[in-house]
């Protein structure tokens, strides 16, 4: 070796893990939390936040995801067994979120603030992985659907609310805690599921005998599901609940034909099934099966809206994080006026979909009490929601992943992983258009909603003028519906960015609100994330709105 030889691989100048970080520790999320009556669980929500930013359950997400789910359809002796085996963390994860009481809880919980609290720790948990969230967001929403049959409503409603994580297939009733899916889909229709085909066919003892297939049934080895199936005498589909495990302790013949290969939610295995005389009992009535299921529908749909608002703030803590500690061209890469400007884009965005994702859990809450003008305004707000939360994180992602440059393409950084699972929420419970025109269904069929929905933004009047403005133009645009399903998208765009605005200027702060209003309501932006106009505070929306991590 050369006596003048020295070394060529020094590190520097490259940044620190982003774990340990408080997910929980940023002021829209816990000012959101008291504000719509769940502050005592902040506590709570202190502590599963940093668990979620710990570095024990970031590996447990990196790996659940890393040895995604595998189908065995039989054993080593030939016998048919149907079962998804999951990497031990998978159920790591599981356990904390059913502990945590992230699933069905609330519904049992009778304390003020229960859905609120539950969709705050729901949103700070999942930064940890996103994919086992699902059958969680199922196990949630399925109870509203169930009580169509209060016969089995009250015997697996206690142990869908259990916060014990009692994984396996056995007899559900035999269990301590279940978790529940939905199987809805099929090949030739699917979100036109009045086009399915599988039927059901009543027995003597009460039981259907089901026969057909279901194109995308995720989290496949759930306790229960509720399914869709013709009945011989229905024009309609009808709601069943299926288990996995009959009464007698034999399996139901669901048949797994093959696991989904997706683009992302790698962690959470999706299947195409077979019912191959699978027994069922019937929920709600006969025809009315679409009715009955889409009230699972409408609460998996403010999942989606969580879901959606919680990459944003993960893409946030990741980019900002790594500009605090990284330099370039002289100076820390966050103290670059370009940088900060798509930095703070990023944040105003986050910042308002957390908004509108607690204002829509506190209009469940109330809703859930039986407040008629909250659950119309949960009707329209949650549709337009819907659409536009997700629609909109694909492109974060993609934004705060590049805030890491080249490193931000590399799977090792986590934001690949955070990129293929920022369009499932847009997809899932109804792609963009299904979502949009939802929102028009829900005006014509309950005009109560659009007064709601008039009345919650109107709280924000005269605060800010160009929300005013926005209004207006809502007014006129709602006004003549003639080619409402062409201008769908449009309509409903601006309606969710109005609700937005309303709630920002109401309770956000005013750096963040106005930059919000001149930016997404008055048009003063470009097509790209980081193109705010002179004046914003950027300053003050990074160092207020994103806390240091480490």
Known sequence: MPTNWTPTHEVHNQVPPLAPFDAAGYPALLAGLHREGAGWAEADLRAIGRRAGGAQAQEWGRLANEYPPVLHTHDRFGHRIDEVEFHPHWHSLMDVAVRSGLHAAPWVSGRVGAHVARAAKFHVWGMADAGHMCPISMTYAVIPALRHNPELAARYEPLLAATTYDYGLREPSTKAGLIAGMSMTEKQGGSDVRANTTTATPQPDGWYCIVGHKWFTSAPMSDLFLTLARTPNSAG?????????????SRNPIRLQRLKNKLGNKSNASAEIEYEGALGRRVGDEGAGVRT??????????????????????????????????????????????????????????????????????????????????????????????????????????????????????????????????????????????????????????PGTVTAFFAEVGRAGGADPRLDDAIARLGKELADLDDAQYRARRVVELMALVFQGSQLVQHGPAAVADAFCATRLAGDHGLAFGTLPTGVAVDAILRERVPETS
């Not at 492109?395 to 369009?423: I, T």
């Open 237 to 249: 589909p009808t709601c069943f609940l299926l288990p996995r495990v009959l009464p007698d302790g």
């Open 293 to 446: 299921i889409v009230e699972m529908v409408n609460m998996t749909r403010l999942d989606c809206v969580i879901g959606s608002a919680t990459g944003m703030r993960y893409g946030v803590v990741q980019a900002v994080h790594h500009a605090r500690h990284r330099r370039a061209f002289g100076a820390e890469v966050i103290d670059l006026p370009a940088m900060q400007n798509v930095l703070a884009d990023l944040v105003i965005e986050s910042e308002a979909a957390t908004a509108v994702m607690l204002r829509l859990a506190g209009a469940t809450d109330r809703a859930a009490a039986g407040d008629a003008a909250e659950a119309e305004l949960r009707r329209i707000a949650l549709a337009v929601s819907k659409y536009w939360v997700c629609k909109r994180a694909p492109m974060h992602a993609a934004e705060a992943l590049e805030c890491l440059g080249g490193n931000g393409y590399v799977e090792d950084s986590g934001m690949p992983r955070l990129f293929r699972e920022s369009p499932l929420m847009s997809i899932w419970e109804g792609s963009g258009n299904v979502a949009a025109l939802d929102a028009l269904r829900a005006m014509a069929r309950q």
